[in-house]
């Protein structure tokens, strides 16, 4: 952990490069390791196919990226965290957000250790 998860509107895929988002997105918390750890760091992009925005008049655009860590980390961490990566989304994609209606938005979700199960050897690659 943790992991990233961008959720985009289909409409948008000719018009950006979701692959950079996503490495400039691990990026950030490879800055911020060992608070968190590199070898946990997953992302992963979904493209939508079937959405609706707003109501639904106008060829509309959504971003949402979802940002999963464990708990402890301090609130001023996850709030840095938090902020640097939402940095990334705005400036990533501000051309497209100067041309199309489109949201962009970023969730922090903090979970208890005790509900998830891991196996991991790729932690040993950077210690």
């Keep these: 952990m943790p992991h990233i998860t961008v959720e985009y509107t289909d409409n948008l895929k000719e018009e950006t490069n979701i692959s950079l988002l996503l490495k400039s997105l691990n990026e950030v918390l490879i800055a911020r390791s060992p608070t968190f750890p590199i070898g946990g760091i997953r992302s992963r992009a979904i493209e939508l196919q079937h959405y609706y925005v707003a109501d639904g008049s106008q060829d509309d655009a959504f971003v949402h990226v979802t940002l999963k860590i464990g708990a402890g980390r301090s609130d001023e961490v996850k709030q840095e965290t938090s902020q640097a990566m939402f940095d990334v989304i705005t400036t990533h994609f501000s051309e497209v957000f100067n ?29």
Excluded: D, M
């Excluded at 489109?102 to 790729?122: D, M, P, Q, R, W």
């Design 99 to 127: 041309r199309r209606s489109l949201a962009l938005s970023l969730e922090l979700v903090e979970f208890s250790e005790a509900g998830t199960f891991k196996k991991n050897n790729i932690h040993k690659r950077f210690k």
